[in-house]
C-alpha cells in the first residue's frame, strides 16, 4: 500500500524559562489585549510575575481568567467567554494543564463564533479562526498545546464530551518544563500516564502515519525510562525536562494518528465518576492491551522491545502494571469506587464511541469490552 498522510504540528518553543519571552510573541503576533487563562495554583505567591512581566515589557493589557475547574465543564467556558467578551480581549494565552488551555483555546474560538458552546461540541463545527493563541503547558501529559482537541465535562448528561475542529490548533506553544516542578506527585503520575497512553495508542494505532510512529517511540522510551524519576524526586530537573520532552513527543503522535480502546474505555469512567483522566486511562491501559495485543503484534513487539521486556516471560501489560505501582498509581477500577452495576452502562458507551473504536487495531465486540472492564474490576 503506498504511504499517504498529512501532518499537524503547531510552532513549538521547547526549554526552562522559555515562558519569560512570552511578550515579544504575543506582539508578534498582533495581540494587544490578552485574556490570560490560568490554573488556579499559578495564581499563588509570586509564580505568574515572569509572565506578566514580559507582557508589560510589551504594554500589553492582560486580564487574568483563573476560574478553571480540573476537568472543566461547559460552565467554565461560557464564564471565560463572557470576561474576555466584557474586556474586549483580542488574544488568549493558556496557562496550566490540559484544563487550563483547553478552557483557553476554546474561548478563542468562541470569540469569533456566535451561539452557546454546546452547539460547538464534536467535530468540525467551527467555521474560521478565533483569537491568536499561545498555550504553556504547567503539566507535563494532556498534550493539549499541540492538539486541535479540547474535552469537557457535560454536566447534564454525565459524560466527557469533546470539541475538534483544525481552527483550535494554537499560534504557539511554549513548553518550559520548569513549571512542572511544583506539580504534585499525584498530577504528575495522572498526566504522564495519559501522556504514555497517548504515545501506545497513537502507535498501535490503525492510522498511525511514519512521523507519529517515529515521535510515539521516542515518547515511549522517555516516558518509561524518566516518568518514574519526576513523580518519586519532583525537584530533579532533568527528570522533568525528559518526561516534558517525552509528553510532547507523545502529543505530537497524538494530534495525528489519536488514541482508540483505552481512552475509549476510560471516558464512561470521567463521567459517571469523576476519575481525573490520566488516572483513568492509567488503569485501563493494562487491560485493553492485553486484549488486543494479538492484533497489531508486530507493533506490541516493536513497544516490548523499546521498554527492554524479555517477552518470554513477561509482556507489556505486565510492564505497565509495575509502572503503575512505581508511581502509586491504582491497578483495578474497583479500588477507583467502580460497582459492578455500572459495567453494562459503561460497556455500551465504550462501544459506541466510534469515532476512537473505529482506530483500534481489533474490533472489539461489546462481549469482549464487557470482559477487559470484568478484568480491569479485579476478577
Ligand atoms: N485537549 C486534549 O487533547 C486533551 C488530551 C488529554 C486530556 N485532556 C484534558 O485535560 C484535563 C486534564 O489535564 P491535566 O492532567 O494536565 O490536569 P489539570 O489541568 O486538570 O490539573 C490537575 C490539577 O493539577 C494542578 N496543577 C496543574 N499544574 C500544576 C503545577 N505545575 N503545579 C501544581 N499544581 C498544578 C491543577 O491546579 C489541578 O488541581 C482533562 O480535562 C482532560 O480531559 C485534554
Ligand atoms: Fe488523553
Not at 447534564?156 to 513549571?179: G, V
Not at 527492554?308 to 503503575?324: G, M, Y
Amino acid at each position: 500500500m503506498s504511504l499517504y498522510f498529512s501532518h499537524f504540528t503547531p510552532k513549538i518553543i521547547f526549554g526552562n524559562d522559555c515562558s519569560n519571552e512570552v511578550g515579544s510573541h504575543v506582539t508578534a503576533l498582533g495581540g494587544k489585549k490578552v485574556l490570560l487563562v490560568v490554573d488556579p495554583f499559578m495564581t499563588k505567591g509570586d509564580m505568574l510575575s515572569p509572565v506578566l512581566d514580559s507582557l508589560r515589557k510589551e504594554s500589553i493589557a492582560v486580564e487574568i481568567f483563573s476560574e478553571v475547574e480540573p476537568e472543566p465543564s461547559l460552565r467554565c467556558i461560557r464564564n471565560s467567554v463572557s470576561s474576555a467578551r466584557l474586556l474586549d480581549c483580542d488574544f488568549v494565552i493558556g496557562l496550566g494543564g490540559g484544563s487550563a488551555m483547553d478552557v483557553a483555546k476554546t474561548t478563542a474560538a468562541m470569540l469569533k463564533h456566535e451561539g452557546d458552546i454546546v452547539e460547538y461540541l464534536g467535530a468540525n463545527k467551527f467555521t474560521k479562526s478565533g483569537t491568536p493563541t499561545i498555550l504553556m503547558p504547567t503539566t507535563a501529559g494532556t498534550g493539549s498545546e499541540l492538539g486541535r482537541g479540547a474535552l469537557f465535562y457535560v454536566e447534564e448528561r454525565r459524560t466527557k464530551e469533546s470539541i475538534f475542529s483544525d481552527f483550535m490548533l494554537t499560534n504557539l506553544a511554549m513548553i518550559d518544563p520548569k513549571w512542572t516542578l511544583t506539580c504534585p506527585a499525584s498530577v504528575t503520575a495522572s498526566s504522564g500516564m495519559d501522556a504514555l497512553s497517548h504515545a501506545m495508542e497513537s502507535y498501535t494505532n490503525k492510522f498511525a502515519t511514519p512521523i507519529s510512529m517515529a515521535v510515539a517511540e521516542k515518547a515511549i522510551a522517555l516516558l518509561t525510562k524518566w516518568l518514574p524519576v519526576a513523580v518519586n524526586d519532583g525537584t530533579n530537573l532533568v527528570g522533568r525536562e525528559q518526561t516534558a520532552l517525552g509528553a510532547m513527543f507523545a502529543s505530537i503522535a497524538l494530534a495525528n494518528a489519536n488514541t482508540h480502546a483505552v481512552h475509549a474505555l476510560a471516558y464512561p469512567l470521567q463521567g459517571a465518576n469523576r476519575i481525573p483522566h490520566g488516572v483513568a486511562n492509567s488503569v485501563m491501559m493494562p487491560f485493553v492491551f492485553e486484549a488486543i495485543s494479538d492484533s497489531a503484534s508486530d507493533r506490541f513487539e516493536r513497544i516490548a522491545e523499546i521498554m527492554e521486556i524479555d517477552t518470554q516471560n513477561d509482556s507489556v501489560s505486565q510492564a505497565l502494571f509495575r509502572l503503575s505501582k512505581e508511581i502509586h498509581l491504582p491497578e483495578t477500577i474497583h479500588a477507583l469506587g467502580v460497582e459492578f452495576d455500572q459495567i453494562p452502562s459503561f460497556t455500551t458507551h465504550a462501544h459506541q464511541n466510534r469515532r476512537l473504536m473505529n482506530n483500534c487495531p481489533k474490533d472489539l465486540s461489546e462481549d469482549q469490552i464487557r470482559t477487559i472492564f470484568m478484568r480491569a474490576m479485579g476478577n
